[in-house]
Protein backbone atom coordinates (compact mmCIF):
# COMPACT_ATOMS: atom_id res chain seq x y z
CA UNK A 1 0.00 0.00 0.00
CA UNK A 2 2.57 2.65 1.26
CA UNK A 3 4.50 1.59 -2.05
CA UNK A 4 1.57 3.04 -4.06
CA UNK A 5 1.85 6.65 -2.25
CA UNK A 6 3.05 8.93 -4.65
CA UNK A 7 4.44 12.55 -4.51
CA UNK A 8 1.11 13.27 -6.59
CA UNK A 9 -1.49 11.31 -4.37
CA UNK A 10 0.39 12.85 -1.33
CA UNK A 11 0.07 16.47 -2.91
CA UNK A 12 -3.22 15.93 -3.64
CA UNK A 13 -4.10 14.69 -0.17
CA UNK A 14 -2.77 17.89 1.51
CA UNK A 15 -5.09 19.86 -0.55
CA UNK A 16 -7.70 18.41 0.30
CA UNK A 17 -6.55 18.44 4.38
CA UNK A 18 -6.25 21.93 4.55
CA UNK A 19 -9.69 21.96 2.78
CA UNK A 20 -11.64 20.17 5.24
CA UNK A 21 -10.48 22.27 7.60
CA UNK A 22 -11.96 25.27 5.95
CA UNK A 23 -14.90 23.46 5.39
CA UNK A 24 -15.63 23.30 8.91
CA UNK A 25 -14.99 27.16 9.09
CA UNK A 26 -17.85 27.62 6.94
CA UNK A 27 -20.04 26.56 8.10
CA UNK A 28 -19.41 27.30 11.50
CA UNK A 29 -19.04 30.84 11.15
CA UNK A 30 -22.62 31.51 12.35
CA UNK A 31 -21.76 29.55 15.66
CA UNK A 32 -18.95 31.47 16.17
CA UNK A 33 -20.87 34.63 15.36
CA UNK A 34 -22.81 34.30 18.20
CA UNK A 35 -20.26 32.58 20.37
CA UNK A 36 -17.72 35.86 20.02
CA UNK A 37 -21.21 38.10 20.40
CA UNK A 38 -20.57 40.19 17.64
CA UNK A 39 -21.84 41.16 14.51
CA UNK A 40 -21.22 40.95 10.04
CA UNK A 41 -18.62 43.76 10.70
CA UNK A 42 -16.65 41.69 13.48
CA UNK A 43 -16.76 38.76 11.32
CA UNK A 44 -15.23 41.29 8.47
CA UNK A 45 -11.89 42.31 11.11
CA UNK A 46 -11.58 38.57 11.97
CA UNK A 47 -11.25 37.77 8.14
CA UNK A 48 -8.86 40.66 7.81
CA UNK A 49 -6.76 39.50 10.51
CA UNK A 50 -6.75 36.30 9.07
CA UNK A 51 -5.28 37.52 6.04
CA UNK A 52 -2.72 39.67 7.73
CA UNK A 53 -0.76 36.62 9.55
CA UNK A 54 -1.49 35.23 6.26
CA UNK A 55 0.40 38.09 3.65
CA UNK A 56 3.26 38.69 6.16
CA UNK A 57 4.33 34.57 5.69
CA UNK A 58 3.61 34.78 2.19
CA UNK A 59 5.83 37.64 1.54
CA UNK A 60 8.16 35.36 3.25
CA UNK A 61 7.66 32.15 1.55
CA UNK A 62 10.50 31.57 -0.55
CA UNK A 63 13.09 32.63 1.47
CA UNK A 64 12.23 29.99 4.30
CA UNK A 65 11.10 27.33 1.71
CA UNK A 66 14.91 27.42 0.05
CA UNK A 67 16.05 27.04 3.56
CA UNK A 68 14.26 24.46 4.83
CA UNK A 69 12.41 22.61 1.99
CA UNK A 70 8.62 22.90 1.10
CA UNK A 71 7.64 20.12 2.43
CA UNK A 72 9.44 20.44 6.31
CA UNK A 73 7.44 23.54 5.73
CA UNK A 74 3.71 21.66 4.97
CA UNK A 75 4.36 19.69 7.62
CA UNK A 76 5.35 22.27 10.37
CA UNK A 77 2.20 24.30 8.96
CA UNK A 78 0.29 21.14 9.56
CA UNK A 79 1.06 21.25 13.90
CA UNK A 80 0.38 24.58 13.54
CA UNK A 81 -3.33 23.99 12.11
CA UNK A 82 -4.26 21.58 14.66
CA UNK A 83 -3.14 23.92 17.45
CA UNK A 84 -4.75 26.62 16.51
CA UNK A 85 -7.96 25.09 16.07
CA UNK A 86 -8.40 22.99 19.10
CA UNK A 87 -8.07 26.57 21.13
CA UNK A 88 -11.18 28.22 18.54
CA UNK A 89 -14.14 26.76 21.06
CA UNK A 90 -12.63 28.70 24.28
CA UNK A 91 -12.75 32.20 22.68
CA UNK A 92 -15.41 34.22 23.63
CA UNK A 93 -14.18 37.48 22.78
CA UNK A 94 -14.12 39.26 19.43
CA UNK A 95 -10.29 40.83 19.70
CA UNK A 96 -9.02 37.63 20.67
CA UNK A 97 -10.59 35.79 18.05
CA UNK A 98 -8.95 38.10 15.52
CA UNK A 99 -5.88 37.58 16.87
CA UNK A 100 -6.03 33.93 16.49
CA UNK A 101 -6.89 34.10 13.08
CA UNK A 102 -4.02 35.87 12.51
CA UNK A 103 -2.05 33.01 14.05
CA UNK A 104 -4.11 30.69 11.88
CA UNK A 105 -3.52 33.05 8.92
CA UNK A 106 0.01 32.64 9.42
CA UNK A 107 0.17 28.57 9.11
CA UNK A 108 -2.24 29.01 6.45
CA UNK A 109 -0.35 31.48 4.34
CA UNK A 110 3.30 28.89 3.92
CA UNK A 111 0.90 26.11 4.20
CA UNK A 112 -0.47 27.70 0.57
CA UNK A 113 2.34 28.29 -0.91
CA UNK A 114 4.15 25.39 0.21
CA UNK A 115 1.51 22.98 -1.59
CA UNK A 116 1.03 24.49 -4.55
CA UNK A 117 5.20 24.95 -4.61
CA UNK A 118 4.79 21.00 -4.58
CA UNK A 119 1.99 21.10 -7.06
CA UNK A 120 3.92 23.06 -9.58
CA UNK A 121 7.06 20.79 -9.50
CA UNK A 122 4.79 17.81 -10.23
CA UNK A 123 3.04 19.75 -13.34
CA UNK A 124 6.67 20.84 -14.56
CA UNK A 125 7.78 17.14 -14.30
CA UNK A 126 5.04 15.59 -15.31
CA UNK A 127 4.90 18.13 -18.27
CA UNK A 128 1.28 18.37 -18.77
CA UNK A 129 -1.60 20.75 -17.25
CA UNK A 130 -2.44 19.44 -13.33
CA UNK A 131 -2.83 22.54 -11.52
CA UNK A 132 -6.73 22.46 -11.63
CA UNK A 133 -6.84 18.40 -10.75
CA UNK A 134 -4.94 19.18 -7.36
CA UNK A 135 -7.04 22.33 -6.78
CA UNK A 136 -10.05 19.86 -7.60
CA UNK A 137 -8.85 17.76 -3.95
CA UNK A 138 -9.18 20.98 -2.65
CA UNK A 139 -12.80 21.80 -3.50
CA UNK A 140 -13.73 18.12 -2.65
CA UNK A 141 -12.00 18.13 0.61
CA UNK A 142 -14.29 22.07 1.04
CA UNK A 143 -17.21 20.06 0.41
CA UNK A 144 -17.02 16.72 2.47
CA UNK A 145 -15.59 19.02 5.25
CA UNK A 146 -18.78 21.24 4.40
CA UNK A 147 -20.91 18.21 4.26
CA UNK A 148 -19.63 16.68 7.46
CA UNK A 149 -19.94 19.32 9.77
CA UNK A 150 -23.69 20.05 8.26
CA UNK A 151 -24.59 17.06 9.24
CA UNK A 152 -23.33 17.88 12.77
CA UNK A 153 -25.04 20.73 12.71
CA UNK A 154 -28.42 18.88 12.12
CA UNK A 155 -27.66 16.38 14.81
CA UNK A 156 -26.73 18.99 17.24
CA UNK A 157 -23.11 18.50 17.77
CA UNK A 158 -21.36 21.18 19.62
CA UNK A 159 -18.48 23.21 18.57
CA UNK A 160 -16.18 21.60 20.38
CA UNK A 161 -16.36 18.35 19.60
CA UNK A 162 -16.82 18.89 15.73
CA UNK A 163 -13.17 20.33 16.03
CA UNK A 164 -11.91 17.50 18.17
CA UNK A 165 -13.35 14.97 15.87
CA UNK A 166 -12.17 16.47 12.56
CA UNK A 167 -8.73 17.53 13.98
CA UNK A 168 -8.28 13.70 15.58
CA UNK A 169 -8.58 12.62 11.92
CA UNK A 170 -6.93 15.53 10.25
CA UNK A 171 -3.73 16.14 12.12
CA UNK A 172 -2.12 12.81 11.93
CA UNK A 173 -2.79 12.38 7.94
CA UNK A 174 -0.86 15.52 7.46
CA UNK A 175 2.09 13.96 9.26
CA UNK A 176 1.42 10.84 6.88
CA UNK A 177 1.19 12.13 3.37
CA UNK A 178 3.77 14.81 4.57
CA UNK A 179 6.40 11.97 4.72
CA UNK A 180 5.99 10.80 1.00
CA UNK A 181 6.08 14.83 -0.71
CA UNK A 182 8.65 15.39 -3.52
CA UNK A 183 11.65 17.05 -2.79
CA UNK A 184 11.87 20.64 -4.38
CA UNK A 185 13.24 21.08 -7.83
CA UNK A 186 16.01 23.36 -8.02
CA UNK A 187 15.64 25.12 -11.21
CA UNK A 188 16.16 28.46 -10.14
CA UNK A 189 19.47 30.57 -11.29
CA UNK A 190 20.99 33.56 -10.28
CA UNK A 191 19.16 35.53 -12.90
CA UNK A 192 15.82 34.65 -11.40
CA UNK A 193 13.75 36.79 -9.28
CA UNK A 194 13.92 35.02 -6.02
CA UNK A 195 11.55 38.36 -4.29
CA UNK A 196 8.36 39.43 -4.81
CA UNK A 197 9.48 43.02 -4.89
CA UNK A 198 10.50 43.74 -8.71
CA UNK A 199 9.00 44.90 -11.63
CA UNK A 200 6.11 42.54 -12.59
CA UNK A 201 5.64 41.23 -15.91
CA UNK A 202 2.07 42.27 -17.48
CA UNK A 203 1.30 38.86 -17.48
CA UNK A 204 1.73 39.01 -13.37
CA UNK A 205 -0.29 41.67 -13.40
CA UNK A 206 -3.31 40.00 -15.04
CA UNK A 207 -2.71 36.88 -13.35
CA UNK A 208 -2.61 38.61 -9.88
CA UNK A 209 -5.89 40.61 -10.71
CA UNK A 210 -7.96 37.77 -12.11
CA UNK A 211 -6.82 35.79 -8.69
CA UNK A 212 -8.06 38.75 -6.17
CA UNK A 213 -11.68 38.47 -9.06
CA UNK A 214 -11.55 34.83 -8.14
CA UNK A 215 -10.56 34.88 -4.29
CA UNK A 216 -13.20 37.78 -3.80
CA UNK A 217 -15.69 35.67 -4.47
CA UNK A 218 -14.90 32.13 -2.74
CA UNK A 219 -13.80 34.52 0.20
CA UNK A 220 -17.65 36.02 -0.36
CA UNK A 221 -19.13 32.41 -0.19
CA UNK A 222 -17.02 30.83 2.63
CA UNK A 223 -17.61 33.83 4.52
CA UNK A 224 -21.25 34.57 3.69
CA UNK A 225 -23.00 32.09 2.18
CA UNK A 226 -23.52 30.22 5.51
CA UNK A 227 -25.14 33.73 6.61
CA UNK A 228 -27.27 34.46 3.34
CA UNK A 229 -28.80 31.23 3.62
CA UNK A 230 -29.73 31.31 7.02
CA UNK A 231 -31.00 35.50 7.10
CA UNK A 232 -32.34 35.60 3.60
CA UNK A 233 -33.07 32.24 2.74
CA UNK A 234 -34.64 31.64 6.25
CA UNK A 235 -33.63 28.62 6.69
CA UNK A 236 -31.90 26.09 9.19
CA UNK A 237 -30.45 22.75 10.09
CA UNK A 238 -28.69 21.26 7.47
CA UNK A 239 -30.21 23.74 4.78
CA UNK A 240 -27.99 26.18 5.97
CA UNK A 241 -24.88 24.16 3.95
CA UNK A 242 -26.66 24.23 0.86
CA UNK A 243 -25.52 26.83 -0.85
CA UNK A 244 -21.65 25.93 0.26
CA UNK A 245 -22.26 22.26 -0.56
CA UNK A 246 -23.83 22.89 -3.89
CA UNK A 247 -21.15 25.95 -4.87
CA UNK A 248 -18.31 23.57 -3.94
CA UNK A 249 -19.45 20.43 -5.71
CA UNK A 250 -19.56 22.49 -8.81
CA UNK A 251 -16.45 23.20 -7.51
CA UNK A 252 -15.16 20.27 -7.62
CA UNK A 253 -16.76 19.18 -10.91
CA UNK A 254 -15.01 22.06 -13.23
CA UNK A 255 -11.57 21.74 -11.52
CA UNK A 256 -11.81 17.75 -12.10
CA UNK A 257 -12.26 18.21 -15.60
CA UNK A 258 -10.31 22.16 -16.08
CA UNK A 259 -7.10 20.72 -17.14
CA UNK A 260 -8.76 18.64 -20.07
CA UNK A 261 -10.86 21.60 -20.87
CA UNK A 262 -8.48 24.19 -21.10
CA UNK A 263 -6.10 22.02 -23.16
CA UNK A 264 -9.12 21.83 -25.87
CA UNK A 265 -10.37 25.55 -25.94
CA UNK A 266 -7.03 27.04 -25.25
CA UNK A 267 -6.14 29.28 -21.98
CA UNK A 268 -7.74 32.45 -23.49
CA UNK A 269 -10.99 30.84 -24.79
CA UNK A 270 -10.81 28.90 -21.44
CA UNK A 271 -10.72 31.57 -19.83
CA UNK A 272 -13.72 33.74 -21.09
CA UNK A 273 -16.07 30.99 -20.78
CA UNK A 274 -15.23 30.78 -16.78
CA UNK A 275 -16.15 34.59 -16.64
CA UNK A 276 -19.10 34.23 -18.08
CA UNK A 277 -20.77 31.18 -16.23
CA UNK A 278 -19.25 33.48 -12.82
CA UNK A 279 -21.44 36.53 -14.52
CA UNK A 280 -24.59 34.03 -14.82
CA UNK A 281 -24.15 32.54 -11.00
CA UNK A 282 -23.87 35.87 -9.52
CA UNK A 283 -26.67 37.14 -11.23
CA UNK A 284 -28.85 34.80 -9.85
CA UNK A 285 -27.76 34.84 -6.45
CA UNK A 286 -28.69 38.81 -6.55
CA UNK A 287 -31.62 38.70 -7.89
CA UNK A 288 -33.31 35.81 -6.38
CA UNK A 289 -33.94 34.52 -2.95
CA UNK A 290 -35.45 31.25 -3.24
CA UNK A 291 -34.11 27.71 -1.82
CA UNK A 292 -33.85 26.51 -5.44
CA UNK A 293 -32.60 29.69 -7.07
CA UNK A 294 -30.11 30.11 -4.37
CA UNK A 295 -28.92 26.37 -5.15
CA UNK A 296 -28.80 27.18 -9.09
CA UNK A 297 -27.14 30.00 -8.62
CA UNK A 298 -24.26 28.60 -6.50
CA UNK A 299 -23.97 26.48 -8.84
CA UNK A 300 -23.05 27.59 -11.63
CA UNK A 301 -20.68 29.79 -9.80
CA UNK A 302 -18.90 27.33 -8.66
CA UNK A 303 -18.21 25.98 -12.17
CA UNK A 304 -17.48 29.35 -13.29
CA UNK A 305 -14.75 30.25 -10.78
CA UNK A 306 -13.46 26.84 -10.42
CA UNK A 307 -10.41 26.99 -12.39
CA UNK A 308 -9.45 30.61 -12.22
CA UNK A 309 -7.10 30.05 -9.82
CA UNK A 310 -5.60 26.67 -10.53
CA UNK A 311 -4.72 28.67 -13.65
CA UNK A 312 -2.94 31.34 -12.39
CA UNK A 313 -1.31 29.34 -10.37
CA UNK A 314 -0.06 26.89 -13.57
CA UNK A 315 1.35 30.15 -15.61
CA UNK A 316 2.55 32.16 -12.47
CA UNK A 317 4.93 28.72 -11.98
CA UNK A 318 6.21 28.76 -15.33
CA UNK A 319 7.09 32.62 -16.24
CA UNK A 320 10.62 32.67 -16.94
CA UNK A 321 13.14 34.58 -15.23
CA UNK A 322 10.91 34.52 -12.52
CA UNK A 323 11.40 31.77 -9.47
CA UNK A 324 8.38 29.20 -9.49
CA UNK A 325 7.87 29.84 -5.44
CA UNK A 326 8.05 33.59 -5.89
CA UNK A 327 5.52 33.49 -8.79
CA UNK A 328 3.34 31.40 -6.80
CA UNK A 329 4.17 33.42 -4.12
CA UNK A 330 2.32 36.85 -6.05
CA UNK A 331 -0.63 34.42 -6.57
CA UNK A 332 -1.18 33.65 -3.24
CA UNK A 333 -0.58 36.94 -1.80
CA UNK A 334 -3.03 38.59 -4.01
CA UNK A 335 -5.68 36.06 -3.30
CA UNK A 336 -5.42 36.82 0.54
CA UNK A 337 -4.11 40.16 0.00
CA UNK A 338 -8.07 40.66 -0.82
CA UNK A 339 -8.66 39.67 2.62
CA UNK A 340 -7.33 42.68 3.37
CA UNK A 341 -9.91 44.64 2.75
CA UNK A 342 -12.98 42.46 1.57
CA UNK A 343 -14.38 41.41 4.47
CA UNK A 344 -14.73 45.04 6.11
CA UNK A 345 -16.17 45.97 2.83
CA UNK A 346 -18.30 42.93 2.62
CA UNK A 347 -19.67 43.32 6.33
CA UNK A 348 -19.44 47.54 5.65
CA UNK A 349 -22.26 46.58 2.64
CA UNK A 350 -24.57 43.73 4.55
CA UNK A 351 -25.00 46.63 7.12
CA UNK A 352 -26.43 48.93 5.51
CA UNK A 353 -27.70 47.26 1.84
CA UNK A 354 -28.68 43.94 2.40
CA UNK A 355 -26.40 40.41 2.61
CA UNK A 356 -27.74 39.96 -0.69
CA UNK A 357 -25.27 43.02 -1.74
CA UNK A 358 -22.30 41.72 -0.85
CA UNK A 359 -22.23 40.05 -3.99
CA UNK A 360 -21.58 43.65 -6.08
CA UNK A 361 -17.62 43.87 -5.88
CA UNK A 362 -17.54 40.63 -7.58
CA UNK A 363 -19.36 41.98 -11.01
CA UNK A 364 -17.37 44.54 -11.15
CA UNK A 365 -13.91 43.06 -10.51
CA UNK A 366 -14.90 40.26 -13.14
CA UNK A 367 -16.35 43.15 -15.86
CA UNK A 368 -12.53 44.57 -15.24
CA UNK A 369 -10.84 41.00 -15.65
CA UNK A 370 -12.95 40.66 -18.49
CA UNK A 371 -10.98 43.98 -20.69
CA UNK A 372 -7.79 42.99 -19.76
CA UNK A 373 -7.88 39.43 -20.69
CA UNK A 374 -9.36 40.66 -24.24
CA UNK A 375 -6.80 43.55 -24.60
CA UNK A 376 -4.02 41.38 -23.56
CA UNK A 377 -4.96 38.11 -25.26
CA UNK A 378 -1.74 37.49 -26.76
CA UNK A 379 -0.25 36.86 -23.32
CA UNK A 380 -2.56 33.78 -22.43
CA UNK A 381 -1.36 32.48 -26.04
CA UNK A 382 2.72 32.30 -24.86
CA UNK A 383 2.73 31.57 -21.29
CA UNK A 384 1.22 28.21 -21.16
CA UNK A 385 2.63 24.72 -20.51
Not at 28 to 51: E, M, N
Not at 100 to 125: D, H, P, R, W
Not at 220 to 236: E, F, K, N, T
Request: hydrophobic content about 55%.
Amino acid sequence: MLNRIDETISCRMIFFIVAFYTGLWTIRIPDIKDQISTDYLGVGYIFFGFALGSIILMTMANFIIKKYSSRIVILIAGYGQGITWLIVPFINNLYAFVALAFVVGCTYGIFEVSMNFQASNIEKKKKKSMMSGFHAFFSLGLLIGSLITSIMVEMKISLFINIIVVVAILFPMTVFFSRFLGEDSNDSNKGNKQSIFFIWPIIIFILALITIADSFTEGAVDAWAALYMRDIILVSGFAIGAATLTFNFFMVLGRLVGDWIRDILGTFNFLILLFILSFIGLFIVMNYSSLYSAILGFGILGMGISSIVPLAYSLAGNIKEVDSAVGISIISISAYGVFMIAPAIMGFIAELYGLQMVFVPMIILFSICLIFVIIYKKEFAINKL
